[in-house]
């Protein structure tokens, strides 16, 4: 006889939206930058397209 699996543990209500890192990741090589505090891709040179980063 088989046990169900036991259901996953509920997400807090104030958890909020998921952070989107998208913004800092190099549309030509993929490298994700979280710093984005230089004005190019630290892996393959390309520039970003807005330049670094808010600095806040």
Do not use: Q
Request: charge should be negative; proline fraction near 23%.
């Amino acid at each position: 006889m088989d046990t169900p699996a036991p259901d996953p543990p509920a997400e807090p209500a104030d958890a909020g939206e998921p952070a989107c890192l998208l913004h800092l990741v190099c549309d030509a090589c993929g490298c994700l930058d979280p710093a984005r505090d230089t004005p190019t891709c630290p892996r393959c040179g390309t520039p970003f397209p807005t330049g670094p980063g808010p600095s806040s």
